[in-house]
């Protein structure tokens, strides 16, 4: 490393297992997330204060290391650093999704898309707000949001999912389960109980649940 206490190629480095996580890569979990909390630890330590670096960290201990509470105080740090930090968007929009926070949750995704329109990764703000309308009911929508991000980027196992799910509760049955084979070769090892557990109201858990069932994910 030509800079040994550069804090943004720690982060980068520690968000690089995030995205082998979310496209199916991992070949060893348990040892590529102690890997990423070294590095993220580094970062941390290294810079306090640089919002990228907060970001990264925070998605990477949120969504990769499971320590929900620390990710999310992490990016609304960065957030509260620098607004127009378009990526740190979707993270904060999950956080508020995953606690049912809905109108929340919209709000950062379509701030996120406004800041960022000609992103390469605009497929996380329109997944996000794919997700938003599918814990609403409103399936069609939601299925409508989902293709887009998968147009943009089809490899990616959220944007799969979240299509499966609403194709599933709108009573497209056969093309959600279409889907769900993708779903499927892209992760082999999503299970729903995975699924569930990021969800807080049991109202939401019960519609993620029905709707993987529908579609065929396994238990």
Same mark, same amino acid.
């Given at each position: ?49 640089? =919002? ?67 992103? =390469? ?19 069609? &929508? ?45 992760? =082999? ?16 858990? &019960? ?10 994910? =396994?238990?």
């Amino acid at each position: 490393m030509i800079d040994p206490e550069f804090a943004a190629a720690y982060a980068i480095g520690a968000y690089s297992y995030l995205q082998r996580k979310f496209f199916g890569w991992r070949s060893d979990a348990a040892q590529e997330c102690v890997e990423a909390r070294r590095l993220v630890k580094r970062a941390i330590e290294l810079d306090k204060d640089d =919002p990228t670096v907060l970001a990264r960290a925070g998605q990477v201990i949120s969504e990769l290391l499971g320590e929900v509470e620390e990710g999310a105080a992490l990016v609304s740090r960065a957030i509260d650093l620098d607004p127009n930090l378009a990526f740190a968007r979707h993270s904060a929009g999950m956080e508020h999704l995953w606690r049912g926070d809905l109108d929340a949750a919209l709000e950062h995704f379509q701030v996120g898309l406004r800041l960022s329109p000609l992103d =390469p990764r605009v497929f996380l703000h329109q997944a996000g707000i794919a997700f938003v309308h599918f814990l609403a009911g409103r399936y069609d &929508e939601g299925s409508s949001w989902a293709t887009r991000a998968v147009l943009q980027q089809s490899n990616w196992v959220g944007a799969q999912f979240i299509l499966a799910a609403c194709h599933a509760m709108s009573g497209r049955v056969e093309e959600a389960r279409v889907v769900c084979a993708r779903v499927m070769q892209l992760d =082999p090892t999503l299970r729903i109980s995975k699924i569930k557990s990021k969800y807080r109201r049991a109202q939401d858990i &019960e519609r993620v649940t029905q709707a993987c069932r529908i579609a065929g994910i =396994p238990e």
